[in-house]
C-alpha cells in the first residue's frame, strides 16, 4: 500500500534557527515521484519540489534544501535560517507513475511555527 | 497568469441539506481534480477528471457526492445529501498532466464546508 508518513506534527522555531521537516513513505513501485507543498493560513497548496525516484541527487533552492534517500525511503526538507513568513503547514505526498491516474497521496502534515 | 477559482469560500449547511462547489481551472489545464481535506489531514483524492472523462474517483462517495466537467473546464462537485463527517475543505486543482505522475498541480484557495 502506499503512505506518506510525517511523523512531526507541530514545530516551533524561533527565527534563523534550521529546521527539518521529516518525510517517510511506502510504495511497491519502481517508479514513482515525491513532492513537498506548503499551505499558509490562506488555505492553498503551494507547490515547492518534485523528486522521481530515480534522482536521488539533493536539491538546494535558496534557504530550502531536500534529503532524498531511497535507502530509509525518506525525503526530508531542510529550512535554512527559518523566517516568520516560513510559518505554515508542510505536507509531503506521493505520485506513482504506472497507474495512469496523478493521485497525490499526502502525508498528514507538519505545522511550523516561525517566532520573531 | 489567473489561478485556480473556486467558489464559494465558506458555506454552513444543515445535515440532509444539499451543497455544490464550483471551480474553474488554470486556463489550458486539461487535468481537474477534487480534494478532500478534513482538519488535521492531508488532502484526498475525491475525483480526477481528464479533459471531461473521469480518470479516477475510487474514492468518491458516490451515494452522496457527484462531480460533473462539462466542456471540460469549469467543474461543479455536488453533496447530497450532506453529513456531519463531510465538514471539510474541498480543495479543486489543476495540471497539465498526461497522466504520467509527474506533474505539479495548482491548488485553489478552496471552499471550508461546515455540516451542523
Known amino acids: 500500500a502506499q503512505k506518506v508518513t510525517q511523523a512531526q506534527t507541530e514545530i516551533s522555531v524561533v527565527e534563523k534557527e534550521d529546521v527539518t521537516l521529516d518525510c517517510v513513505y511506502e510504495?511497491?513501485?519502481?517508479?514513482?515521484?515525491l513532492f513537498w507543498y506548503k499551505q499558509p493560513p490562506s488555505g492553498e497548496l503551494v507547490f515547492l519540489i518534485r523528486?522521481?525516484?530515480?534522482?536521488?541527487q539533493n536539491e538546494i533552492s535558496g534557504r530550502y534544501s531536500w534529503n532524498f534517500q531511497k535507502s530509509t525511503s525518506s525525503f526530508n526538507f531542510t529550512i535554512t535560517a527559518s523566517q516568520v513568513v516560513d510559518s505554515a503547514v508542510y505536507f509531503c505526498?506521493?505520485?506513482?507513475?504506472?497507474?495512469?491516474?496523478?493521485?497525490?497521496?499526502f502525508g498528514t502534515g507538519t505545522r511550523l511555527q516561525v517566532f520573531p | 497568469e489567473a489561478g485556480v477559482a473556486q467558489s464559494p469560500r465558506y458555506k454552513i449547511i444543515e445535515k440532509r441539506q444539499s451543497v455544490a462547489f464550483w471551480c474553474n481551472p488554470i486556463?489550458?489545464?486539461?487535468?481537474l481534480y477534487w480534494y478532500q481535506q478534513i482538519l488535521g489531514q492531508g488532502p484526498k483524492l475525491l475525483i480526477q477528471?481528464?479533459?471531461?472523462?473521469?480518470?479516477?474517483d475510487s474514492q468518491l462517495p458516490k451515494d452522496r457526492f457527484s462531480a460533473e466537467r462539462l466542456k471540460g473546464v469549469d467543474s461543479t462537485l455536488k453533496i447530497q445529501p450532506a453529513k456531519l463527517e463531510d465538514s471539510a475543505v474541498y480543495l479543486c486543482?489543476?495540471?497539465?498532466?498526461?497522466?504520467?505522475?509527474?506533474?505539479?498541480?495548482?491548488f485553489g484557495q478552496g471552499t471550508r464546508l461546515t455540516v451542523v
Open positions: 523528486r522521481n525516484s530515480f534522482d536521488e
Open positions: 477528471f481528464q479533459n471531461n472523462g473521469v480518470v479516477d
Open positions: 486556463s489550458g489545464h486539461a487535468t
Open positions: 505526498a506521493l505520485s506513482e507513475a504506472l497507474r495512469g491516474t496523478d493521485k497525490l497521496i
Open positions: 510504495t511497491r513501485d519502481t517508479t514513482y515521484y
Open positions: 486543482a489543476s495540471s497539465l498532466s498526461e497522466g504520467q505522475g509527474n506533474t505539479e498541480a495548482f
